[in-house]
Nanobody, 125 residues
Framework: QVNLVESGGGSVQAGGSLRLSCASS????????MAWFRQAPGKEREGVAQ????????HYADSAKGRFTISQDNGKRTIYLQMDNLKPEDTGLYYC??????????????????WGQGTQVTVSS
């Protein structure tokens, strides 16, 4: 059974940084792709960043480009999301997700069958 566990969330002021971690029970190379999503209260879940575990190719939502960096550590079975210059609109519950399958240029939650429980990020102005 796939188990993904997020950590690293917290409360920061605007302009601050956080690094989220997602530990996998499986070797991350077993997945085609892993991603971070977030969901703010009253809003739909949105894709933030994804990484293809085989070659390290990454994609980012426009809102994350230049501020967030997704990375992986195969030995630790962990992916990370480094978030810098955080803004109040980054507030939400951040989820880690994983999938098999093929290359896709979009970050769509419906493509991902495996999910963690989420970690809360709150950015105050």
């Amino acid at each position: 059974q796939v188990n993904l566990v997020e950590s690293g969330g917290g409360s920061v002021q605007a302009g601050g940084s956080l690094r989220l971690s997602c530990a996998s029970s499986e070797f991350i190379a077993n997945y085609k792709c892993m991603a971070w999503f977030r969901q703010a209260p009253g809003k739909e879940r949105e894709g933030v960043a994804q990484i293809y575990t085989g070659g390290g190719m990454t994609h980012y939502a426009d809102s994350a480009k230049g501020r967030f960096t997704i990375s992986q550590d195969n030995g630790k079975r962990t992916i990370y999301l480094q978030m810098d210059n955080l803004k109040p609109e980054d507030t939400g519950l951040y989820y880690c997700a994983a999938r098999h399958g093929v290359f896709l240029a979009t970050i769509d939650s419906t493509d991902f069958p495996y999910w963690g429980q989420g970690t809360q990020v709150t950015v105050s102005s």
